[in-house]
């Protein structure tokens, strides 16, 4: 099971980037897929995610209004479109996908398999 992340890059302020998540080994219809970030000195942290069977999206409030997770079923890929990017955007952003529930989706630690990151670099 691998979790493939891509997409990221050096993009000035007010850009747009759009990653992606490719899946391969199993679907995760039932599973919450998510995007993480980490920036350097910083703890990871939850940035959206895209409900079971892509149900429902949720972000955390710095991003709301500006990034969009989408999932494509048949695809077994999740995308993270990011527009009006920031400064403090910048960091190594990591798809996450688990069988979390909603009230712990923002918790790393309930996220199984994870990609191996992929960098976002917005500069001012």
């Known amino acids: 099971v691998q979790l493939q992340a891509s997409g990221g890059g050096l993009v000035q302020a007010g850009g747009s980037l759009r990653l992606s998540c490719a899946a391969s080994?199993?679907?995760?219809?039932?599973?919450?897929m998510s995007w993480f970030r980490q920036a350097p000195g910083k703890e990871r942290e939850f940035v959206a995610a895209?409900?079971?069977?892509?149900?429902?999206?949720y972000y955390t409030d710095s991003v709301k209004g500006r990034f969009t997770i989408s999932r494509d079923k048949a695809k077994n890929t999740v995308y993270l479109q990011m527009n009006g990017l920031k400064p403090e955007d910048t960091a190594v952003y990591y798809c996450?996908?688990?069988?979390?529930?909603?009230?712990?989706?923002?918790?790393?630690?309930?996220?199984?398999?994870w990609g191996q990151g992929t960098q976002v670099t917005v500069s001012s």
């Open positions: 080994g199993r679907t995760f219809s039932s599973h919450y």
């Open positions: 895209s409900g079971r069977n892509g149900a429902g999206t």
């Open positions: 996450a996908a688990g069988p979390v529930i909603l009230s712990t989706i923002a918790s790393a630690a309930g996220y199984h398999y």
